[in-house]
């Protein structure tokens, strides 16, 4: 194989702190499984934006769609939608994986252990925005190609956990939009021999809190997993701890769910935790699945022994938390 | 003043059960306070559809417009869409009204006391979607008349509270739709003399169980809500507990934010606190004040001397849990 060729961007905020301490993890991952990846860096969001006018660079653009394997990229502030939600269009990245899971020695809300597949590119963010006089519209998009695809990949996560898939929907408001959604996803989850389940989204932020251990996989459409999968993270603990891939036929991209924090930027007390475990998602992606459950293991190694940033209760400084990871690596 | 006229609807599932049990305190009340009001019984739902041929039989619905100065209304089951939102747009009750607060004896997840005021007419329930061989569309409306009337009422609500209103939306991808949202709410809030906050409802998902006391009264969008309260609700305590009031120029809707259950329906198991405190809200609307102050309280001494139905642990039935509420009302 190629070596894979990995675009790191590290963001706004707290940003290139956590990405330093990430790529601190992954660098020692890489020693000690000797995997060789080709690493180049980039720059995207607010600061992006200051320097070069644009939040999302063209350089930048570039090298993510024709130079990069995989995008391993962190927080950006406001200019947010500009660099992510056209990163994951550009990059045809469908099917966004949002895991949330209780981790050791981390207080979480009730237990939990689920995966958000979370529709990508469609929804109201598909972009059709547009107003009249005293008026102003958003289309939500739903289509059958799209929402079959990001149906197996569901499938695929089912048949590797459960095999149990609950679809989160309001079909019964939306009958035509979320409706499609609904049937098209069911079709192709029967089809793949998943056992299937619906639920409408508000009794599913609902059974987050209350029983969150009823769900495995969660297959829905695009904000309501933008939700969801906030809500999920703070259940298993806080969005510190939350990684995500956003995955297509080609690319990928790997992400934390937490957004900039620039109240703690600079202050070296931000938890990498959530950038670390984007980075193992990644190495599980490229194929290298023993390195990847290792920086996995490590994490919760560290925590389980009570090494935390200020946000979970504990004293480390963003570094000192990530070469405590880093020597559960072995 | 005429006495006042009540149309209410049982409903599916547990509704006549909890509907029984509202209407026992309620009376207790009126007797205790000399209020005299007009109480007629319609039908709708899943029962009234197969027995009429239509979720809201033409009747029901004349009652309801041409009748009744405010409507009592069950849960319904999976009409619910072609009751209860056509209901709000046929009675133009525009704000939907959706307190969340801890109660004494009952297990919250976080201390929560806020108010949730969701615009109840327009985004995606607007009822506009359409779609095309493979696609489909449904169109989020926002119209400045519509933000600016339930901005006011949030306002209203906000002054008897702490004066502190979180406008939640997501303009940051939503730039044209829920920028027009946030802007005019805003607007209007601060002419009003309110103080305004903002956050985007991924994060107001996270932190509603975060830190559920940073909230007083949430103003947003239609759908937000929808998932927003039945979150609030659950980190309060339970959906067995949440009332909800929507309101508009005229007429008004009550009615418990939990559904059929039909799962419980018939055994006399359901909790019926939310339809109690939607008939206290309607008593306070009704400008009964004292008197909807007094079933609260006797809701929280009942709680607080422990006696509760069994979704919170207790062994009362339906109705022996309303005559222990009753029992408070002296
Ligand atoms: C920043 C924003 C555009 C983004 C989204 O809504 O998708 C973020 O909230 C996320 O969940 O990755
Ligand atoms: C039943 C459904 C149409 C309704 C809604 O989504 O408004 C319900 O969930 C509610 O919140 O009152």
Do not use: C
Not at 100 to 105: D, E, I, V
Not at 138 to 156: F, M, Y
Not at 299 to 321: H, I, K, N, R, W
Request: glycine share 10%.
């Amino acid at each position: 194989m190629a070596v894979p060729r990995v675009l790191v961007i590290p963001g706004d905020g707290i940003g290139p702190e956590v990405t330093d301490a990430a790529m601190y993890v992954l660098e020692k991952t890489l020693d000690m499984y000797g995997i060789d990846l080709e690493i180049r860096y980039a720059e995207a969001g607010d600061t992006a934006a200051r320097k070069y006018g644009e939040p999302l660079p063209s350089e930048t653009l570039r090298l993510a769609k024709n130079w990069a394997d995989v995008v391993l990229k962190g927080p950006v502030g406001e200019t947010a939608r500009d660099v992510v939600v056209v990163l994951r269009r550009e990059l045809g990245v469908y099917a966004n994986i949002r895991p949330a899971r209780s981790l050791p020695g981390v207080v979480s809300v009730a237990p939990i252990d689920l995966v958000i597949v979370r529709e990508n590119l469609e929804d109201v963010y598909a972009g059709i925005e547009f107003s009249v006089p005293g008026a102003a519209f958003a289309v939500k998009v739903v289509t059958e190609e799209g929402t079959r695809r990001v149906a197996r990949v569901a499938a695929r996560y089912a048949s590797s956990r459960s095999g149990r898939v609950t679809i989160v929907h309001k079909a019964n408001v939306l009958r035509v939009a979320d409706g499609l959604f609904r049937d098209v996803a069911r079709r192709v989850l029967e089809e793949e021999g998943v056992a299937v389940d619906e639920m409408y989204v508000d009794a599913a932020a609902m059974e987050m809190v209350r029983n969150p251990s009823r769900f495995d996989v969660v297959l829905t459409m695009n904000q309501y997993g933008d939700i969801l999968s906030d809500l999920a993270a703070q259940v298993a603990g806080g969005l510190g701890l939350a990684p995500s891939a956003n995955i297509g036929d080609g690319k990928a991209l790997f992400e934390p769910v937490h957004g900039a924090a620039w109240d703690i930027a600079g202050k070296g007390v931000a938890n990498p935790t959530a950038m670390i475990l984007s980075a193992a998602m990644m190495l599980e992606y490229l194929g290298y699945r023993e390195a990847a459950s290792r920086m996995e293991l490590a994490v919760e190694q560290a925590l389980a022994a009570g090494f935390t940033t200020p946000d979970l209760g504990g004293g480390l400084s963003t570094m000192d938390y990530a070469r405590a990871v880093a020597k559960f690596i072995q």
